[in-house]
């Protein structure tokens, strides 16, 4: 190794060397997303946010990911769970969870940049197959979602991905690698013990994502929480015990946030909305949509839906506040 190299390494892992990747993050973050709001990228699953002001609390269905804000601050409420996280700190989610979010740090100077990378189960599983990993180990009542302390190696892998958009004819192959790396580095860590658990197959973990699974699948339905927890091959207590450390709330409550969420994306007009997400009652879910969203549906439909309906498609990973 020459000795710039050695000086360019020295520095990066010193003191402020997560200070300085973050800088050259939010300086490729910035380039790449332009003056857009947001930008799905041809790096499979990742997608680029930046925003100039605070924004107002949004709902939206996080996926299996991780959030990495290279400048600003954002906060997501999962049930009474509260997480802030920034330059500092990322979030992981371990699985599909309703939450309500909000950029709470950001200027026309100074903008909210963020990444946002879909991890797939799949790679989680064969990562777990391959390595030597530590049982789960974390208390009972840890959700499936968590903040993490952000290494200069997680950042130096971050930045490797970044990187991949200025070379698209790499995004085939690296890609693949590079999420892997970073999934790696999250199951060896102890924000990862949750993600370890949820994809470990027999764990009471993995059998309670099975049944969120089914309800995001079948959530139009009516669902008898006793043939959830014949799913999830547990007792009704149980299931319902850990149901609520993983997202916070009940099954039955997690399949109306779910509703409630696909009936403001539909944009359409509320009696249709209530029955084609599986509602049989039109009044009732105009007082459930009024007090979840703050307003009846026409009203919202007709005034706040440019400003708020615009950031709930977490999913879709386009539209959403990250």
């Known amino acids: 190794?020459?000795?710039?190299?050695?000086?360019?390494?020295?520095?990066?892992?010193?003191?402020?060397?997560?200070?300085?990747?973050?800088?050259?993050?939010?300086?490729?973050?910035?380039?790449?997303?332009?003056?857009?709001?947001?930008?799905?990228?041809?790096?499979?699953?990742?997608?680029?946010?930046?925003?100039?002001?605070?924004?107002?609390?949004?709902?939206?269905?996080?996926?299996?990911?991780?959030?990495?804000?290279?400048?600003?601050?954002?906060?997501?409420?999962?049930?009474?769970?509260?997480?802030?996280?920034?330059g500092s700190k990322y979030l992981l989610t371990s699985l599909d969870l309703p939450v309500v979010s909000r950029v709470i740090e950001a200027t026309p100077q100074n903008p909210y940049l963020c990444l946002r990378l879909k991890l797939e189960m799949g790679a989680v599983r064969e990562i777990l197959a391959q390595g030597d990993f530590d049982s789960p180990s974390m208390g009972s009542d840890v959700p499936a979602m968590t903040t993490a302390e952000i290494t200069v190696e997680f950042l130096s892998a971050i930045g490797r991905v970044l990187d991949l958009l200025q070379t698209p004819a790499d995004i085939p192959f690296l890609s693949r690698l590079l999420q892997r790396e970073l999934i790696y580095r999250i199951l060896k860590s102890a924000a990862g013990q949750r993600l370890r658990a949820i994809a470990t197959a027999g764990d009471q973990s993995f059998r309670t994502a099975k049944v969120t699974a089914f309800i995001k699948a079948n959530f139009t339905k009516?669902?008898?929480?006793?043939?959830?927890?014949?799913?999830?091959?547990?007792?009704?207590?149980?299931?319902?015990?850990?149901?609520?450390?993983?997202?916070?709330?009940?099954?039955?409550?997690?399949?109306?946030?779910?509703?409630?969420?696909?009936?403001?994306?539909?944009?359409?007009?509320?009696?249709?909305?209530?029955?084609?997400?599986?509602?049989?009652?039109?009044?009732?879910?105009?007082?459930?949509?009024?007090?979840?969203?703050?307003?009846?549906?026409?009203?919202?439909?007709?005034?706040?839906?440019?400003?708020?309906?615009?950031?709930?498609?977490?999913?879709?990973?386009?539209?959403?506040?990250?």
């Open 1 to 86: 190794m020459n000795r710039g190299n050695l000086l360019k390494n020295r520095r990066v892992s010193g003191p402020d060397g997560r200070a300085e990747l973050r800088t050259e993050l939010a300086r490729k973050v910035a380039s790449f997303v332009g003056s857009a709001e947001s930008l799905t990228t041809d790096v499979p699953g990742l997608t680029l946010y930046r925003y100039t002001a605070p924004t107002r609390p949004a709902v939206a269905t996080y996926e299996p990911s991780l959030a990495v804000v290279v400048q600003g601050r954002k906060q997501v409420e999962l049930g009474a769970n509260t997480f802030v996280y920034d």
């Open 222 to 322: 009516t669902l008898r929480v006793e043939d959830l927890a014949q799913i999830a091959g547990m007792s009704l207590s149980t299931l319902h015990h850990h149901f609520r450390v993983l997202t916070s709330m009940s099954p039955l409550q997690y399949q109306k946030q779910l509703r409630l969420q696909a009936a403001q994306r539909m944009l359409i007009d509320a009696a249709s909305a209530a029955f084609s997400v599986g509602y049989e009652s039109a009044s009732q879910f105009n007082r459930e949509y009024s007090r979840f969203f703050g307003l009846p549906p026409i009203k919202h439909l007709r005034g706040v839906r440019p400003a708020r309906l615009a950031s709930a498609t977490e999913p879709s990973h386009h539209q959403n506040v990250t």
